[in-house]
């Protein structure tokens, strides 16, 4: 098994993978673009693919090296982060979809990122 720290940092690339693709498709579509004009359009769907790829293999990896029992029921903080990753990876194409809701995806991004992380951190519940 690799070492919990490997998959932090596996964990950590997906995030900023995710993030920065999320952030480059909202400001492109802020500035007026469209999906048919963004010549990085597949190098960012590239980066958000691996990146939610590797936040869900970091994620589990690490619950595996903290001796997550298997086949427990998730606790409560895990079940937020698993939807703050569901809500990343469905959201990319939104601001294409609706333009206006670019603005507001910028703003919550990293509040999305910070509450996944105060999750893991204090495992409020």
Sequence with gaps: MLPYAFYKIVHI????????????????ALNGGTKSDNAARRLLIAMHGTGAFLILLGGFGLLAR????HGAPYPGWLWVKLVVWLVMAAI????YRKPNAARPMLIAL???????????????F
């Design 92 to 95: 990319v194409m939104l601001p």
């Design 66 to 69: 903290i001796n997550f029992p």
């Design 13 to 28: 690339l997906g995030i900023a993978l995710a993030l920065v693709a999320l952030g480059g498709f909202a400001v492109h």
């Design 110 to 124: 990293p509040l999305f990122a910070v509450t996944a992380a105060l999750m893991a951190v204090y495992k409020p």
